[in-house]
């Protein structure tokens, strides 16, 4: 379980690169979606959807691009080849081809696919009135098929995250603030964090989890300190 191993705490840039969707290893083997309605299951070169209720295969879809990798949402199944500009999309219920706009890019910016839809990260900049760039980092779950939001929040720039299993992103804010989110629902659960003082010689960011509490670890230039 990974959630007993240190994960680095990253910047929103960063992080989406290393969680990039094309760079997440699927570890179930042939199971390569599942939830309540439906599971995908992978072949050689292609998958099968079927359904959970009667285990009937819906519709399946062979040829697929090598390394392709097949990802779903409760309503969506994507293909992501190795060049991500091809994604395409079909309908979980009769694999008929979905248009979904911009998916390329939604995908390219997608750190994880929840059932909801696909959890994004964005980092945007702003103006202030004195005509200086003050830039925001934007975490939100989007549905592609209604191109809607289910909800999203602005965590200030050089805030650093870190994907927890169960669903849960930690947020290290630069004042030091330690945040939970709950990227179902977009709650937002204040921990105990620690001074700006501490991230100023920081040369590493990392948390880990057990049933009860979520710890973080500041590498210092000059020692190591756990809170």
Same mark, same amino acid.
């Given at each position: 379980s990974n959630s007993h191993v240190p994960q680095p705490m990253l910047l929103s840039n960063s992080l989406r690169n290393a969680q990039w969707l094309s760079q997440q290893r699927? /570890?179930? /083997? =042939?199971l390569v979606v599942a939830n309540s309605d439906y599971v995908a299951v992978l072949g050689r070169r292609s998958f099968a959807v079927h359904d959970t209720v009667t285990g009937r295969v819906r519709w399946s879809k062979e040829r697929l691009p090598n390394n392709a990798?097949?990802? /779903?949402t409760d309503d969506l199944v994507f293909v992501l080849p190795e060049d991500a500009g091809k994604a395409s999309a079909f309908s979980a219920l009769d694999g008929r081809p979905v248009e979904a706009a911009n998916l390329s890019t939604l995908l390219q910016s997608s750190i994880r696919v929840?059932?909801?839809g696909l959890v994004i990260a964005e980092s945007k900049a702003a103006r202030s009135l004195l005509g200086l760039s003050r830039g925001t980092t934007v975490l939100r779950l989007y549905d592609p098929l209604t191109q809607r939001d289910h909800w999203s929040v602005e965590c200030p720039s050089g805030t650093y995250l870190s994907l927890m299993e169960d669903d849960y992103l930690a947020a290290l804010e630069p004042d030091g603030q330690l945040k939970l989110l709950d990227l179902q629902t977009g709650r937002r659960q204040t921990m105990q964090g620690v001074t700006e003082e501490d991230l100023k010689s920081k040369s590493e960011l990392r948390v880990l =989890?057990?049933?009860d509490n979520l710890y973080l670890i500041v590498n210092q230039r000059t020692r190591s300190r756990s809170y």
């Open positions: 699927q /570890g179930r /083997g =042939s990798r097949v990802y /779903g929840l059932p909801e =989890s057990d049933h």
